[in-house]
């Protein structure tokens, strides 16, 4: 069919599978299938074969590090293809190349070349959304003569239909009870399904502070022979001066050389730990000859990092902070950066939950939330904002009102908000998407 507008490229994939509107599955070989999407990009004429890669798997800040390694890797001089998953607002976001989102002549003329390989007979059925989307990444990432792919996994690792390129480098971050209904309850399991982009001889970096985890990651490591360097021996971090609601200057030490001085303008100290794993990338890609970058490219990059829904405050007076924390790690990561770089400031809640999700586990990383609103997420997967408000009720002390639309819950929310009072929009993307998009996208 021919692809003449973004409508065009919708309809034509409402056709296909698309987990991210589904709770109900196991990440097993009935539901996903790497012979499956092989299959795709052999008929495509294997174009993942084509491109220098990153891959980074991980349960939080997987996100981050990816863009900042491409921030890095761009401002080294580099053509860099960098792909994402969730998107916020347009699903453009999730195929960039330095530093945009493609535009949609390319996306649609991307499509109208793949879409033959798409259509044809496979045992395992017709790809699914995701892997639509990483074929089509894989594409224009080829007709761009990019000089390097950064590949962010969509879950787990294992099945991911990302997980059929050999990386020059490969990093874990940090791991945590996420997706378990999918990729088992403990974190030693969940770790096990991320450790499997660790591909022989491919140096890889792990930000991984859970000891069990930890122990999976490198356990996978010297199975298959992949040289692993560690966040805390091997990248060494030291923060030195939080500036208020901007970010944190900071020196990290790899396992190669030292870089003072540096700025981040994420506020809260765990973007710090993406930011060395994403310099860890590419001294791996240095090491190889592959970049080529010193402190006068990384500091630039650091300093101009932006990255959408990871504490955003997207507005000081009142003061609203937008973060996609969707499970008990990041929740905890979310109110120590609240506490180290929001001193003074009550948090007030803006919250939603996809079903699959432990809002129980979450919430109570917020002691000190003077009051939570619960609402329903913009999916088929979320939670109704009255089932998400009876939970904020048992587990936490606050007051919780509640209500299905998001955005008026916001704005009632915004109006109430004291002067030492933060608004904290959190628990899904899908809702940090929403209120980007409706009030701060204009």
Not at 6 to 31: C, G, I, P, Q
Not at 392 to 407: I, K, T, Y
């Amino acid at each position: 069919m021919p692809f003449r507008a973004m409508d065009d490229f919708w309809s034509y994939v409402a056709r296909f599978t698309n987990y991210e509107k589904k709770t109900d599955y196991a990440v097993d070989r009935r539901t996903f299938s790497l012979d499956r999407m092989s299959s795709l990009l052999e008929r495509m004429g294997r174009p993942h074969e084509r491109l220098v890669s990153l891959h980074v798997a991980g349960t939080n800040g997987k996100g981050t590090t990816s863009s900042l390694a491409a921030a890095i890797l761009g401002e080294a001089g580099k053509s860099v293809g960098l792909y994402l998953s969730p998107h916020l607002v347009d699903v453009r976001e999730r195929i960039q190349v330095n530093g945009r989102p493609v535009t949609e002549t390319e996306w649609l003329a991307g499509m109208e070349a793949i879409a033959p390989h798409l259509e044809a007979d496979h045992p395992d059925g017709r790809p699914t959304f995701f892997e639509t989307l990483t074929a089509l990444a894989f594409e224009i990432f080829v007709r761009r003569e990019v000089d390097l792919a950064v590949l962010e996994v969509g879950l787990g690792g294992r099945l991911d239909a990302t997980n059929v390129v050999l990386p020059a480098g490969a990093a874990v971050t940090e791991i945590s009870l996420d997706h378990v209904q999918q990729l088992g309850g403990t974190v030693e399991e969940i770790a096990g399904e991320k450790a499997a982009i660790l591909k022989p001889g491919v140096p890889a970096v792990s930000g991984v502070s859970d000891p069990a985890a930890a122990s999976v990651i490198a356990a996978r490591a010297r199975e298959v022979g992949a040289p692993l360097r560690s966040l805390g021996s091997d990248l060494v971090v030291e923060p030195f001066e939080i500036v208020p609601r901007e970010g944190t200057r900071f020196h990290v030490r790899s396992w190669i050389r030292g870089y003072s001085v540096l700025f981040l303008p994420m506020p809260g100290l765990h973007f710090l730990r993406d930011a060395a794993l994403a310099l860890g990338l590419c001294e791996i890609l240095k090491e190889k000859g592959l970049a080529d970058f010193s402190s006068a490219h990384l500091r630039p990059a650091l300093a101009l990092a932006r990255v959408p829904g990871r504490c955003q405050l997207a507005e000081s007076r009142p003061a609203v902070l937008l973060d996609g924390a969707h499970n008990p790690g990041a929740a905890k990561a979310l109110a120590a950066a609240l506490d180290s770089h929001f001193a003074g400031l009550a948090p007030v809640l803006l919250v939603a939950s996809l079903a699959d999700k432990d809002p129980a586990g979450f919430l109570p990383a917020f002691p000190g939330a003077r009051r939570i609103y619960a609402t329903r997420a913009a999916s088929p997967r979320s939670r109704s904002a009255g089932e998400l408000a009876g939970i904020a009720r048992s587990v936490s002390q606050a007051p919780v009102e509640w209500h299905d639309d998001a955005l008026a819950l916001f704005d009632r929310a915004r109006a109430a908000l004291a002067p030492d009072e933060i608004l904290v929009v959190t628990g899904s993307f899908y809702l940090v998407g929403e209120i980007l998009s409706a009030r701060y996208n204009s």
